[in-house]
């Protein structure tokens, strides 16, 4: 059983966004999404300041047997892209809701976070 921690909100497509203090959000996959990738090799990030769209392709995770994309939980711009990742993209896997998060977003429209999956509702996705 995967971990769905009840403070973040959900995509359909498996990531998970935490608004900030600051009203950044910060983002990434899933404890689900991690384990069905298996052992994620390379992270393919945004850069700084690129523009984001909801749903949008934001960047790749590639995997030991596969590839995937992830996608943009509301519209904004790359606050900041997690360069931990380029030389320890292992840190997904490790600590997916925590040093292993993607991107930190600076949203256009602040009342798209609150649009997001419940973690109920998104464990009910995720076969929870």
Same mark, same amino acid.
């Given at each position: 059983?995967?971990?769905i921690?009840?403070? %973040?909100?959900?995509? *359909?497509?498996?990531?998970?966004?935490?608004?900030?203090? @600051? =009203?950044t959000l910060?983002?990434?996959?899933?404890?689900?999404?991690?384990?069905?990738?298996?052992e994620?090799?390379m992270?393919?990030?945004p850069?700084?300041?690129g523009?984001?769209?909801?749903g949008?392709?934001t960047g790749v %995770?590639?995997?030991? *047997?596969?590839?995937e994309?992830?996608?943009?939980?509301v @519209? =904004?711009k790359v606050?900041?892209?997690?360069?931990a990742?380029?030389?320890d993209?292992?840190?997904?896997?490790?600590?997916?809701?925590g040093?292993?998060?993607?991107?930190r977003?600076r949203?256009?429209?602040a009342?798209?976070f609150?649009?997001?999956?419940t973690?109920?509702?998104y464990?009910?996705?995720?076969?929870?």
């Amino acid at each position: 059983m995967s971990s769905i921690p009840g403070d %973040l909100k959900y995509t *359909k497509s498996h990531e998970w966004v935490r608004r900030g203090a @600051d =009203g950044t959000l910060t983002m990434g996959i899933t404890d689900h999404a991690q384990e069905l990738m298996g052992e994620i090799v390379m992270v393919e990030l945004p850069p700084q300041g690129g523009d984001l769209r909801a749903g949008d392709s934001t960047g790749v %995770l590639e995997a030991v *047997k596969t590839a995937e994309d992830f996608f943009a939980p509301v @519209d =904004g711009k790359v606050a900041e892209a997690n360069a931990a990742l380029e030389s320890d993209p292992g840190l997904v896997n490790r600590d997916c809701y925590g040093d292993g998060w993607l991107i930190r977003i600076r949203p256009a429209d602040a009342s798209q976070f609150d649009a997001l999956l419940t973690p109920a509702q998104y464990g009910e996705i995720a076969g929870e």
